[in-house]
T-cell receptor, first 109, second 113 residues
């Protein structure tokens, strides 16, 4: 079983809609959780970090963490074509980072 | 602050050769992690260095090695290159490593022919 699992997609949403990206992790001692965005041919860039249960909002992005269910999600409101990218979920136990394989998102104008 | 820098950005090698990649972390950061990214496998952790010591290591063969210098700059070496080593090699910089946020460099794209 992989440490971090994501649906590979592709996920397509119309412009202005809400995109919902999901991630599950296997290690219950995981402490910190991150979402990275990676455009084609570029390196990952950090979007959000979340450390405690609940929601964390930053502009159009909301990260949600449920440690009991070992689940973390990213909501993108008012999706824009520029949000089209691969979104990587990352989890750390405080020792090492584990990345999911990413979900490809396409926002259709 | 300047971001993470990696050199070279692109590299073409042939099988059997060796290669050395370089990474300079964000100023003040002492942790450098290396990842291999391929379309099929995603981001695979190679190793992490902190204060010149290898702190964590992923599941890669001994052909992959690294080191970190006193100024926190890090190098990664791959010996006896194989076709399957063709990938994007990413370096990530962190303040203390472990659970801290990692910031990625632009990567080195290696093609092995």
């Amino acid at each position: 079983q992989k440490e971090v699992e994501q649906n590979s997609g592709p996920l397509s949403v119309p412009e202005g809609a809400i995109a919902s990206l999901n991630c599950t992790y296997s290690d219950r001692v995981s402490q910190s959780f991150f979402w990275y965005r990676q455009y084609s041919g570029k390196s990952p860039e950090l979007i959000m970090s979340i450390y405690s249960n609940g929601d964390k909002e930053d502009g159009r992005f909301t990260a949600q963490l449920n440690k009991a269910s070992q689940y973390v999600s990213l909501l993108i409101r008012d999706s824009q074509p520029s949000d089209s990218a691969t979104y990587l979920c990352a989890v750390t136990t405080g020792n090492q980072f584990y990345f999911g394989t990413g979900t490809s998102l396409t926002v259709i104008p | 602050k300047a971001g993470v820098t990696q050199t070279p950005r692109y590299l073409i090698k042939t099988r059997g050769q060796q290669v050395t990649l370089s990474c300079s972390p964000i100023s003040g950061h002492r942790s450098v992690s290396w990842y291999q990214q391929t379309p099929g496998q995603g981001l695979q952790f190679l190793f992490e260095y902190f204060s010149e010591t290898q702190r964590n290591k992923g599941n890669f063969p001994g052909r992959f090695s690294g080191r970190q210098f006193s100024n926190s700059r890090s190098e990664m070496n791959v010996s006896t290159l194989e076709l399957g080593d063709s990938a994007l090699y990413l370096c990530a910089s962190g303040d203390t490593g472990g659970g801290e946020t990692q910031y990625f460099g632009p990567g080195t794209r290696l093609l092995v022919l």
